[in-house]
């Protein structure tokens, strides 16, 4: 950044480089290629102006380059790194500036550098070399002993004969045989590989999947799953409860398996359903479970019902629990439940607008005996044969257009947004959205003696007795089917996201839809295709042969092929950041469907790649110390400057022109700067709060800011005295914040676990307030009660560095969910190795709607002295205390230092000097 500001030297990114691969080597991969995306520019909104850039942050880790636009490979073996740039027009440089070559890059970041266009030539002279696979079974043997062969590109998947069965995720094919073995292929990262469990997958009996993994359930009860270790792939965690299973069902990214004794095992994302550790007690005796896209159903033997999951999306049904008894059978929606008591009355929970909500037809919900589900609607079918429907009414929740046509109703089958009923003559009505088939009356007259209809996303298509199709809805989802050759009549339909495909009665295969999902491999067959069985994945198709064999069509990363691949090519695809919930978009690159993703390794690369980050190396805790030392120049600065009468975004002003002039352009985070009462919004600051109030001159500030350098970023939070001098009451609860912080530091070393450190500094907290009077009582007892989530509702603190919430918060395996007794989003849980670099921010808080839970609660209220509560709460409103600290070998080193006593503070707005050092930081060696 130029004269006076810290030198990053490119050997710091090198050596993490070499640090990450050291680990994959020890993890078996040591012939691997690693390749990251980097940051893009991002356009706000439609218009021709971007958002302010910043590097994705396992990219700068790896590289430190700061241009956008970029991805990059990493060879195991030798940490030998190649960075992929852009490939400019001439015009850049009148917008931008001077093209910068591939030899400008590698002088600035001491890497080889190529352009992103060469990037599969030079994949593959990096040693990632193409070879064709394909998987061959053993004619009519029950064990089936399955193995790779390299031939030469084709589409057809020798299998064994007639016994063999089909599942697929929305990019992948599985191929089993019942009581034998199992081969995939498709999408690596959806499943199409299984390489790596292969020879446990014997005695197979039944397979499940969710959009990108599959689980297979063997004879002995065991379940073997592969795919995205996020979405179901890895039951790494609950191998041991996975023992007699019955059966598994799944939703998108997480499975649900019943046990023998009628138990439940899950595993997958957890926020879809993949962790029921909080309904575990009361899952007994499971006799069925139904999916919804994020949440689980499970109906017991005794009719009752337990959910889990996502609970905006069906996953909480507390509001109906007294209703749900007597259940016999429920549906889904994406977002939503509806379930059938034995008297045939219904009842709904989940998102109201996908159908949680089916109060507007309540008093028809009668007689019920079975229902479907579009995307966002319901339609009951009773036993007169009327139907009743709910939910988006767009997407087929309102039938009221055919109501009177809806009667000797037989089965329903839906798209995403429309609804299709036979009725007992054979006859169709549709309803919902005209363009996903909500209207077939342009061939009405065509829908007769109807026995079965199949439905794309947007289509349906309907055969007839005679073996005729008829389709209608969306023509690029196959509701035109004019170009297909029904030569001979129809016996079996399906269908993907957007095409179907029919089976004559002499096995013949025809095909029509959105040309993309059938033509790739459809075109090139060698002959007809004459199948038994067709299934579909998202894109692509698969029939089984009269002969054993299975063809496949459609893109090949979809599993339209066997397909030319790369092994161990491994990209950042792991599990959601744990903050955000939101996941790396994979690298995109032309030539990529040539290579296949090890899914496993990939989940190791993001697991390794996590624990790099967590512990710093001395380049890393130079840069820490510095963005420390300028984040607290700045806020001792800010702090002199704020008076009464101010606007709160003066101090965040301040703050950012006082880091910039010491060469900090740049915040880590968007800056807290409240007072008074809006101290207690934790992250006051956003958009919708944007420290726009005005500074009452008796107020408290409190400023949570910090400045970023090399994306590595501080985090430190000042509480203190608008007019300069605390009152009684703010006193009490600052001194009391500032003994948690005390405690908590000179306690913290290697091996200290920071749960233990969160609840000691609950424990200071409560034993400080009640000494101050507004807690009467044991403190014991608050502990058990959980009654300092109503004061301190985040956890003491979390990871830091190149992100403010840094990655590495719990060990590999390990979720902020696993632990129920923790109310608090405590982002660090896990115990602490030297060098780890983490903020210490307890706090105290007056949030209105906490307090008057806790007032409302009879356990937690007679703990609370509710005349001090009313002398506290309207002079503080919040206080918060937070350093950033790095793990020493006997105990810890504070990075930051601002003035933190009540003396300290009040000496600093009277003007005293305040000096800024690593030398004035504070260390303690810990205790025992």
């Not at 942050?57 to 190649?82: I, M, T």
């Not at 994949?123 to 029950?142: H, I, N, T, W, Y």
């Not at 962790?275 to 005794?302: D, G, P, S, T």
């Not at 995307?375 to 009177?404: L, Q």
């Amino acid at each position: 950044m130029g004269e006076g500001t810290l030198k990053v030297p490119m050997a710091m990114h090198e050596g993490h480089r070499q640090k990450l691969c050291q680990a994959l080597r020890a993890k078996g991969l040591d012939q691997a290629v690693v390749l990251l995306q980097g940051g893009a520019e991002q356009s706000v909104y439609d218009t021709d102006t971007n958002w302010e850039f910043k590097q994705e942050s396992n990219f700068q880790y790896l590289f430190g380059v700061k241009e956008p636009g970029c991805c990059a490979a990493l060879r195991v073996k030798d940490a030998h790194g190649v960075l992929f740039i852009p490939r400019m027009e001439k015009m850049y440089q009148a917008w931008c500036g001077p093209l910068k070559p591939p030899a400008w890059f590698q002088r600035a970041y001491a890497v080889e550098a190529a352009h992103v266009d060469e990037m599969a030539e030079v994949l593959q002279k990096m040693g990632a070399k193409a070879r064709s696979l394909v998987f061959r079974g053993e004619p009519l043997d029950p064990a089936m002993s399955l193995r790779e062969a390299n031939v030469e590109d084709g589409d057809t998947i020798d299998a064994v004969a007639r016994t063999v069965a089909l599942c697929a995720t929305r990019k992948a094919f599985a191929l089993f045989v019942q009581g034998g073995g199992a081969v995939t292929w498709g999408c690596d990262c959806h499943g199409g590989n299984s390489r790596e469990v292969q020879t446990a997958l014997c005695g197979v009996q039944a397979m499940q999947s969710t959009d990108h993994a599959f689980a297979a359930l063997l004879e002995d009860g065991s379940v073997v799953t592969w795919g995205a270790p996020e979405h179901g792939g890895d039951s790494r965690r609950v191998r041991e409860q996975l023992k007699g299973v019955q059966q598994i069902q799944a939703n998108t990214s997480a499975f649900a398996a019943i046990c023998a004794d009628g138990s439940v095992v899950t595993w997958g994302m957890e926020g879809m359903g993949g962790n029921c550790i909080h309904v575990q007690k009361r899952l007994k005796q499971v006799r069925h479970i139904q999916a919804a896209e994020m949440a689980f159903a499970a109906i017991l033997e005794n009719g009752s019902v337990v959910t889990w999951g996502n609970g905006d999306f069906g996953g909480d049904s507390r509001q109906v629990q007294d209703q749900l008894t007597q259940v016999d059978k429920i549906q889904a929606t994406r977002g939503a439940f509806a379930a059938i008591r034995a008297d045939g009355s219904v009842v709904t929970w989940g998102n109201p607008v996908q159908g949680g909500d089916s109060s507007r037809v309540r008093g028809e919900l009668t007689q019920v005996k079975d229902i479907q589900a579009a995307g966002e609607a319901f339609a009951a079918i009773r036993t007169d044969g009327t139907v009743v429907t709910w939910g988006n009414k767009t997407f087929g929740g309102d039938s009221s257009r055919v109501r009177e046509q809806l009667t000797k109703v037989q089965k329903i089958q839906a798209t995403e947004g429309a609804f299709a009923a036979i009725l007992e003559d054979g006859s169709v009505v549709s309803w919902g959205l005209r363009a996903s088939g909500g209207d077939s009356s342009k061939v009405s007259d065509q829908l007769t003696n109807v026995r079965h209809i199949q439905a794309t996303r947007g289509a349906f298509a309907a055969l007839r007795e005679d073996g005729r199709v008829v389709t209608w809805g969306q023509p690029a989802c196959g509701g035109d089917s004019s170009e297909a050759d029904f030569a001979r009549p129809v016996r079996q339909l399906a269908a993907c996201d957007a095409a179907f495909a029919a089976c004559s009665e002499d096995g013949a295969v025809e095909t029509w839809g959105k040309k993309t999902f059938y033509e790739e491999g459809w075109e090139n067959r060698d002959g007809e295709v004459f199948a038994e069985q067709l299934v579909a994945a998202q894109a692509a198709f698969a029939a089984v042969t009269d002969a054993g064999a299975v063809v496949t069509w459609g893109p090949e990363h979809c599993g339209g092929k066997g397909g030319r691949c790369v092994e161990e090519l491994l990209v950042m695809r792991g599990q959601p950041n744990r903050d955000s919930g939101l996941q790396l978009a994979e690298p995109e690159f032309a030539g990529k469907d040539k290579f296949q993703v090890n899914s496993a390794g990939s989940q190791i690369l993001w697991d390794e790649l996590n624990e790099c980050r967590s512990v710093k190396d001395e380049e890393e805790l130079k840069i820490m110390q510095w963005v420390n030392d300028v984040s607290s120049e700045a806020h001792v600065d800010t702090m002199r400057a704020v008076k009464g009468g101010q606007r709160e975004h003066l101090a965040e002003a301040t703050f950012k022109y006082k880091a910039a002039l010491r060469g900090c352009f740049r915040v880590g985070y968007s800056c807290i700067c409240g007072s008074g009462r809006r101290n207690a919004i934790l992250h006051y600051g956003h958009a919708a709060e944007p420290n726009s109030e005005q500074v009452a001159p008796g107020s408290l500030r409190l400023l949570d800011m910090g400045a970023e350098y090399h994306c590595y970023t501080a985090d430190v939070t000042c509480s203190f005295p608008v007019s300069g001098r605390f009152s009684e009451p703010q006193r009490l609860v600052y001194e009391a914040v500032w003994e948690a912080t005390l405690a908590v530091e000179r306690k913290l070393r290697p091996g200290v676990c920071y749960k233990d450190m969160h609840r000691l500094a609950q424990r200071v907290l409560l034993e400080r307030m009640t000494t101050a009077k507004l807690f009467v009582g044991s403190v014991d007892d608050m502990m058990a009660a959980g009654l300092m989530f109503h004061f301190m509702p985040h956890g003491l603190g979390h990871q830091l560095g190149l992100d403010v919430h840094d990655v590495g918060g719990y060990a590999p395996g390990t979720f902020k969910k696993d632990d129920p007794k923790m109310q608090e989003n405590l982002r660090l849980g896990r115990v602490l190795k030297e060098n780890m670099v983490l903020t210490v921010e307890p706090g105290f808080y007056f949030i209105d709607y906490l307090i008057e839970e806790a007032l409302a609660d009879p356990v937690k209220s007679k703990f609370i002295n509710q005349e001090k509560l009313h002398e506290f709460w309207p002079a503080v409103g919040g206080i918060r205390i937070e350093d950033d600290v790095v793990v020493t070998a006997t105990g810890c080193r504070v990075l930051t230092c601002v003035p933190r006593t009540v003396a300290e503070i009040e000496a600093v707005m009277a003007g005293a000097n305040w000096q800024v050092s690593a030398a004035c930081c504070r260390s303690y060696t810990a205790e025992d």
